[in-house]
Structures are given as C-alpha cells and as structure tokens.
T-cell receptor, first 114, second 112 residues
Framework: AQSVAQPEDQVNVAEGNPLTVKCTYS??????LFWYVQYPNRGLQFLLK??????LVKGSYGFEAEFNKSQTSFHLKKPSALVSDSALYFC????????????FGTGTRLKVLA | DTGVSQNPRHKITKRGQNVTFRCDPI?????LYWYRQTLGQGPEFLTY????????KSRLLSDRFSAERPKGSFSTLEIQRTEQGDSAMYLC??????????FGQGTRLTVV
C-alpha cells in the first residue's frame, strides 16, 4: 500500500534559522511527491513537487525539498525561516498504481518564533 | 481562470437534513477530487473523477454520500441524512495527469 509518514506533529524553529520538515514515503514504482501548506480555515496551497530529475527541487516562498531515493524521504527545507511561515505542512504522494489519487501525511505544524 | 472554486464556504445544517456542495475546477483539468479534512488531520480521500467518470470511491464514503460530475465540468457532493460525524471541511481539488493538484478553499460543514 502507498503511504506517507510525517513523524513530527510540530516543529519549532527560531526566526532566521534553517528549518526542516520531515517526510518519508512508501510507493510502488517511481514516486510523484508534493508539499502543500495550509493556513487556518483555508484550502491547501501547492509549494513544490518532485517528479523526476534533480534531487533538490525548489518551490514557492523560498522552500526547497530534497528527494532521497535510498532513504525514501522527501524533506522540506528553508534556509531562513520567517514568522509568516508558521502553518500546517502536508507531504503527499500521487498513487499511480491502478488509480491516480493523492495520499497525504498527517501534517506537521510549523511554528516560527520571533 | 481563477482556480478551483467551492460553494458554499460554510454550511450549518440540522442533523438529518441533506446538503449539497459544488466545486468548479480549473477548466483545463480533467481530474477532480473530493477530500474530507477534520481539525488537525490530513485530507482523507473520498472520491475522484476523470472527466465525467467516477473512477474510485473510498470505503470511508457511506451510501449517504454521492458525487457527480456531469459533462466533466463542475462537480457536486451530496450528503443525505447528515449526522454530527459528517462535520468537517470538504475540499475539492483538480489536476492534470501526473501534475500537482490545486485545491479550493473548502466548504466547512457543521451539523447541529
């Protein structure tokens, strides 16, 4: 079965420090991986994706993510956190075996402290 | 095109009533998804369409739930005989094959 795990419910980081939000996945075949951000009472907003190519992908608002096939991980990173980055972050995988549905992790709440 | 649009944004209904939500996807996207999200949780897959065909329906979806996508354009999600456990945010998303999904703002359902 295809799945996504986000091992941390919450990540706290000081403003200006680098941040990492972890994600591991389990898929059959090549993974299509995504990160989304959600602000209170809003829908999910796409940040970045990995389909193929370079293992380091860059996305919106200065975020990037590193795909690691051997560790089956797709961690979200940002070199310098902003207070406005505080939100709920979801990792997702697109299931491509049989049906094409997005499977989401349980989410990680990022809190950037001023 | 302004993205995925969902209506209404909020719905309060009495237990036992029927409700219907509408989703207007990005026009060139052939895939449309419905998810349900409860507070602090990740989105749970409910169902999806490719054009007008409903290709998968989650086992989470009881027979009180039905979704349609006539003519492969907008979609509706109907919940019959609502229960308090149906209270959640209902999210619609659309995508092209293999690409990222774009989400609407969601419809927050409260069953009282």
């Amino acid at each position: 079965a295809q799945s996504v795990a986000q091992p941390e419910d919450q990540v706290n980081v000081a403003e200006g420090n680098p941040l990492t939000v972890k994600c591991t996945y389990s898929v059959s075949g090549n993974p299509y991986l995504f990160w989304y951000v959600q602000y209170p009472n809003r829908g999910l907003q796409f940040l970045l994706k990995y389909i193929t190519g370079d293992n380091l992908v860059k996305g919106s608002y200065g975020f990037e993510a590193e795909f690691n096939k051997s560790q089956t991980s797709f961690h979200l990173k940002k070199p310098s956190a902003l207070v406005s980055d505080s939100a709920l972050y979801f990792c997702a995988v697109l299931s491509t075996s049989g049906t094409y549905k997005y499977i989401f992790g349980t989410g990680t709440r990022l809190k950037v402290l001023a | 095109d302004t993205g995925v649009s969902q209506n209404p944004r909020h719905k309060i209904t009495k237990r036992g009533q029927n409700v219907t939500f509408r989703c207007d996807p990005i026009s060139e996207h052939n895939r449309l998804y419905w998810y349900r999200q409860t507070l602090g949780q990740g989105p749970e897959f409910l169902t999806y369409f490719q054009n007008e065909a409903q290709l998968e329906k989650s086992r989470l979806l009881s027979d009180r739930f039905s979704a349609e996508r006539p003519k492969g354009s907008f979609s509706t999600l109907e919940i019959q005989r609502t229960e308090q456990g149906d209270s959640a945010m209902y999210l619609c998303a659309s995508s092209s094959l293999g690409a990222e999904a774009f989400f609407g703002q969601g419809t927050r359902l409260t069953v009282v």
